[in-house]
């Protein structure tokens, strides 16, 4: 077989937040972009989309008293997985900080949640618990210390998972919003912390569009991750690098996200590719099913990659060969739609 023939590598895992299939609200648009969804009704929306195998879901449950069996039949019923947990550490009563917030109460209640989540999540036989601490950070100069934060942002993941040893951790970096500066905003700055909190249960969830609009490359993102078996899960999506518009997969940044799945099968990294999008004013499920055509066009177009030309063309640092041999493959893809 050369090098530009066709490779058939089994189709990837296809999964996305539950969020995905909520209602939005921004500060424009308080009264929402649709009307309210619960845990149930997302999970069977996101069952309509027809290629998604696996959820995060965001936790409490909306309401808050839904049964553990009600959502464990509702993912049965269509043929879904949990694949995470997420704690909603990033509400109301945290606005002022979760793990770093100045009163110490508040700090434990986030803990305390995060550990609810933790066992909701054992319950569900989830590959890992998702850390997205939103609120943790600061938005002015001398607003707080620095070193504080950091420190009580260690502490409080080590404490989880130190606690429940039998689960994966998945910090999701994010260089801001809701708060000015996130104290986990980069790739780097995360991996130095997850040294420090020294545990093996403890790893990244890579945000595509997070990467994006923190002014890295997603790809060069994803390999510093690997290299050091960081890298537990990702989310995909797409943004103008200014914000985070969470856009349909591919619809501004193609080629970045092509090199990005390209980096991971380089490097052997295997898991799900899951959405996180936020369709506001589109209809949810087709833009589940929009964001997972694009996905499977640049699986097919992994396929048709000339390693070596790419390879040789990557040797010389030659851009324009490597823009072309890159092309060829995802037009080619595109065209056998």
């Known amino acids: 077989m050369s090098s530009h023939s066709r490779i058939d590598i089994q189709e990837p895992t296809f999964g996305a937040g539950i969020w995905h299939f909520g209602r939005y609200v921004d500060r424009y648009a308080t009264d929402g972009?649709?009307?309210?969804?619960?845990?149930?009704?997302?999970?069977?929306?996101?069952?309509?989309?027809g290629e998604l195998s696996v959820v995060d879901l965001t936790f409490p449950f909306d309401p808050v008293d839904l049964p553990l069996d009600?959502?464990?039949?509702?993912?049965?019923?269509?043929?879904?997985?949990?694949?995470?947990?997420?704690?909603?550490?990033?509400t109301r009563r945290f606005t002022r900080g979760a793990f770093t917030n100045p009163d110490p109460e508040v700090r434990r209640q986030a803990i305390e949640l995060v550990s609810q989540g933790a066992e909701t999540a054992r319950e569900l036989g989830c590959d890992y618990v998702k850390l997205w601490p939103g609120q943790d950070g600061?938005?002015?100069?001398f607003q707080a210390?620095?070193?504080?934060?950091?420190?009580?942002?260690?502490?409080?993941?080590?404490?989880?998972?130190?606690?429940?040893p039998d689960l994966r951790f998945a910090i999701e970096y994010k260089?801001?919003?809701?708060?000015?500066?996130?104290?986990?905003s980069s790739v780097a700055k995360t991996l130095l912390g997850i040294e420090e909190i020294g545990l093996p249960n403890v790893g990244i969830l890579l945000d595509f569009g997070h990467s994006l609009y923190g002014g890295e490359s997603p790809a060069d993102a994803a390999r510093l991750a690997i290299s050091r078996g960081r890298l537990f899960a990702i989310d995909v999506n797409d943004n103008y690098r200014g914000w985070d518009d969470d856009m349909v997969v591919g619809s501004v940044h193609l080629t970045e996200t092509f090199e990005f799945f390209h980096a991971l099968r380089e490097a052997g990294w295997d898991g799900v590719w899951q959405l996180?999008?936020?369709?506001?004013?589109?209809?949810?499920?087709?833009?589940a099913r929009a964001g997972i055509r694009v996905m499977k066009t640049i699986h097919r177009a992994?396929?048709?990659?000339?390693?070596?030309?790419?390879?040789?063309?990557q040797r010389a640092q030659d851009a324009l060969t490597a823009q072309r041999v890159v092309q060829k493959a995802l037009l080619s893809a595109q065209a056998e739609q």
């Open 70 to 90: 009600d959502v464990k039949t509702a993912l049965k019923r269509n043929g879904l997985r949990a694949i995470a947990v997420t704690p909603e550490i990033y």
């Open 145 to 164: 210390d620095h070193s504080e934060l950091w420190r009580l942002s260690l502490d409080a993941v080590r404490e989880l998972a130190t606690t429940f």
């Open 302 to 313: 992994l396929g048709l990659v000339d390693h070596e030309a790419l390879a040789a063309a």
């Open 138 to 141: 600061w938005d002015y100069p």
């Open 33 to 49: 972009y649709g009307p309210p969804v619960s845990t149930l009704e997302a999970i069977d929306l996101a069952g309509q989309v």
């Open 175 to 184: 260089p801001r919003e809701p708060r000015n500066t996130m104290v986990f």
């Open 276 to 287: 996180d999008q936020f369709p506001f004013r589109e209809d949810s499920v087709e833009a």
